[in-house]
């Protein structure tokens, strides 16, 4: 077997990925023992299945594998499709995993005496500069945004900016940081992605993957 007969799936790091295993059992997807190791160096793996690897990356970068041709198909959350909104893009099924929300949050004593209605001009603190432009822009308010890839919520206690996008869970990182949502942006989901070329070119393998996770999403 060759390198172009090989089948390539991107994966998110971190905790995406634990909820992606038993869809990926649902699937009959068994990847090499070494990928069970958060620790493990590497990042292209062999599976049970001879022409499917599976490559695990940021999850960022994820969008970015498969938009270019380097995977054929891939796990992201639609924020960051939302971010990258890239044309080569097919998103044809919600994994219904990762839920979250991308919100706006403020330190608790601004929410008390702020009106966002207001606003004209904003500096946020953000992972995502591209989907907070746009939806401030929406309503005629600029946003200047500081592109930050973690640690958010401390922008706001060390005098980066008063306000801050990002994704939000259950709350509690913003908590103890003394901030609260005042708007949600998105509800965010982890979507099944695919090259648009890979789709065509080889639509048997690529399409039988599709219809696999979704069986097992249906069946969920």
């Given at each position: 077997?060759?390198?172009?007969?090989?089948?390539?799936?991107?994966?998110?790091?971190?905790?995406?990925?634990?909820?992606?295993?038993?869809?990926?059992?649902?699937?009959?997807?068994?990847?090499?023992?070494?990928?069970?190791?958060?620790?493990?160096?590497?990042?292209?793996?062999?599976?049970?299945?001879?022409?499917?690897?599976?490559?695990?990356?940021?999850?960022?970068?994820?969008?970015?594998?498969?938009?270019?041709?380097?995977?054929?198909?891939?796990?992201?959350?639609?924020?960051?499709?939302?971010?990258?909104?890239?044309?080569?893009?097919?998103?044809?099924?919600?994994?219904?995993?990762?839920?979250?929300?991308?919100?706006?949050?403020?330190?608790?004593?601004?929410?008390?005496?702020?009106?966002?209605?207001?606003?004209?001009?904003?500096?946020?603190?953000?992972?995502?500069?591209?989907?907070?432009?746009?939806?401030?822009a929406a309503r005629g308010v600029q946003a200047e945004c500081?592109?930050?890839?973690?640690?958010?919520?401390?922008?706001?206690?060390?005098?980066?900016?008063?306000?801050?996008?990002?994704?939000?869970?259950?709350?509690?990182?913003?908590?103890?940081?003394?901030?609260?949502?005042?708007?949600?942006?998105?509800?965010?989901?982890?979507?099944?992605?695919?090259?648009?070329?890979?789709?065509?070119?080889?639509?048997?393998?690529?399409?039988?993957?599709?219809?696999?996770?979704?069986?097992?999403?249906?069946?969920?």
């Open positions: 077997m060759t390198a172009n007969d090989t089948i390539i799936l991107a994966l998110p790091k971190g905790r995406i990925l634990k909820e992606l295993k038993p869809l990926l059992a649902g699937c009959g997807i068994v990847p090499e023992p070494a990928f069970e190791d958060d620790k493990a160096r590497q990042l292209l793996f062999a599976t049970n299945a001879p022409n499917l690897r599976i490559v695990r990356v940021r999850s960022f970068d994820v969008a970015t594998f498969v938009a270019f041709g380097a995977a054929h198909l891939g796990v992201a959350g639609n924020d960051v499709l939302m971010e990258f909104d890239y044309p080569e893009l097919y998103s044809p099924l919600d994994l219904k995993i990762g839920d979250c929300r991308l919100s706006v949050a403020e330190p608790q004593d601004l929410s008390q005496e702020d009106d966002p209605g207001k606003w004209s001009h904003i500096r946020v603190a953000t992972k995502y500069p591209e989907v907070t432009k746009r939806h401030f500081i592109k930050l890839n973690g640690a958010m919520e401390l922008a706001p206690s060390l005098g980066l900016c008063r306000r801050i996008v990002d994704l939000v869970s259950s709350g509690a990182t913003l908590r103890a940081n003394g901030l609260v949502e005042i708007e949600t942006i998105a509800q965010i989901t982890s979507r099944l992605i695919v090259n648009r070329a890979a789709l065509k070119t080889r639509h048997g393998e690529v399409g039988q993957l599709i219809d696999r996770f979704s069986e097992v999403v249906d069946a969920a």
